[in-house]
C-alpha cells in the first residue's frame, strides 16, 4: 500500500523472523558467534534468552540457516507446551526418525542408534527448542538425560533452549541444579540503544530498497526509541503504522507526530499500576507443584517491576 510512495520494494519492518533482517549489533553477533561455537565444538547445552521481541527467533532463523549451509541436521521445536512423550515424539518426527513403538525406551534407543550412525559420519545433530521458559519441570528433566546421549569424547547432540528471563529464573530452582550445571555457554540477546535504533531503523528499510532522501526525520526516530524502549518487535510495530499512517496523509519524512499517535493508539504511552508489596509469600513446597513450574514465566512477569514488562504486555 505504502511501497511506491516510499521507494520501497518490500516491507521493512514485517514481524516475521526474516534472517535477512537480522540487525547484528555486538550483543547480537556475540550471541550468534557463541552458538556457532558451542553447536561446532559439541559442547552439548546452550541457552539463549531475551526479553520479548528482542530478536531471539530471527537469531535462531539464522543459525538454522547457517546450519543448514554445514548440512547439520536440525530440530526445531516452537511448541514449548508438551508432556515427555510429546517431546520424544516431536524429536524424532523432526529428524524424521521411524519408529512404531510408542515405547520411551524403544524411542531412546532408536534415536541413539540414529545418532551415532550421524556421529560415524562426521555430522553435527542440534535441536533447538523455543519458547523453552514454558517447558514443565518434568520436560527439562527428560531433556537434560538427552545429554547422557554421548561417546567417550563427545556429545551426540547439541541442545539449544531459548526463552525469555523466565527461563533463566527457572533454571535456578533445586530441583533443576543438574541441568543448569550442564549449561556450557550462556548466551543473551537485549534492547537496542538510541543510535542502535536508529541504525536498525536504517538497515532495514534499505534492505527493504529504500534509497534517497530519508523515510523518517530524526525527531520520529527519537520518538520511536522513546516508546519502544529498544525492543525490535515494538519498533517494528511503531514504523510499519507510522509508515501506514504517513502514507495515508502523503506525509514524507514522517514526523514525530505520527509516531506518537500510533504509540498513543497501542497504548504504549500508558504506565503499568505497580503491584502491591506484601502478600507474595510462596511456602516452598509449591516448587514441587509441576502446575507452579508450567506457570513460572506468568508468575514472574506479574511482579517483575521493570518498563521491558510494560511494552512486552503492551504488544
Not at 543510535?195 to 527493504?208: F, H, S
Not at 506484601?278 to 509441576?290: M, Q, W
Amino acid at each position: 500500500m505504502y511501497k511506491s510512495f516510499f521507494g520501497l520494494k518490500e516491507n521493512p519492518f514485517n514481524v516475521n523472523p526474516d534472517p535477512r533482517f537480522l540487525f547484528l549489533t555486538q550483543q547480537i553477533e556475540e550471541a550468534l558467534t557463541g552458538l556457532m561455537y558451542g553447536i561446532q565444538t559439541r559442547k552439548g547445552f546452550i541457552t539463549l534468552t531475551g526479553e520479548v521481541g528482542t530478536g531471539k527467533t530471527t537469531l535462531i532463523n539464522r543459525l538454522l540457516d547457517w546450519l543448514h549451509h554445514r548440512r547439520a541436521r536440525t530440530a526445531f521445536l516452537f511448541n514449548s507446551r508438551m508432556n515427555s512423550n510429546q517431546l520424544f515424539d516431536f524429536i524424532l518426527a523432526e529428524f524424521d526418525i521411524p519408529c512404531d513403538s510408542k515405547s520411551k525406551s524403544q524411542q531412546l534407543m532408536k534415536l541413539n542408534h540414529w545418532l551415532l550412525e550421524r556421529y560415524r559420519m562426521g555430522e553435527t545433530v542440534a535441536l533447538i527448542i523455543d519458547e523453552a521458559q514454558n517447558l514443565t519441570y518434568p520436560v527439562l528433566e527428560e531433556i537434560r538425560l538427552l545429554t547422557n546421549l554421548e561417546t567417550s569424547t563427545d556429545k551426540l547432540l547439541q541442545i539449544v533452549l531459548s526463552g525469555q528471563p523466565e527461563l533463566e529464573e527457572k533454571l535456578r530452582l533445586p530441583q533443576l541444579r543438574q541441568l543448569r550445571q550442564r549449561i556450557m555457554l550462556r548466551c543473551r540477546t537485549t534492547p537496542l540503544s538510541h543510535e542502535q535504533t536508529k541504525e536498525y531503523i536504517v538497515e532495514r528499510l534499505k534492505i527493504a530498497g529504500a534509497a534517497g532522501e530519508p523515510i523518517f526525520s530524526t525527531q520520529a526516530v527519537d520518538t520511536v526509541h522513546l516508546y519502544s524502549l529498544g525492543i525490535p518487535r515494538v519498533i517494528n510495530l511503531l514504523c510499519e503504522h507510522s509508515l501506514v499512517n504517513a502514507f495515508a496523509e502523503q506525509q514524507r519524512p514522517i514526523q514525530s507526530k505520527i509516531v506518537e499517535d500510533v504509540a498513543r493508539e497501542f497504548q504504549l504511552d500508558e504506565v503499568e499500576p505497580i503491584a502491591p508489596n506484601g502478600g507474595s509469600r510462596i511456602d516452598t513446597d509449591v516448587y514441587n507443584s509441576e502446575a507452579f513450574i508450567q506457570n513460572l514465566g506468568e508468575a514472574l512477569s506479574r511482579f517483575r517491576l521493570s518498563p521491558s514488562t510494560t511494552t512486552r504486555q503492551r504488544k
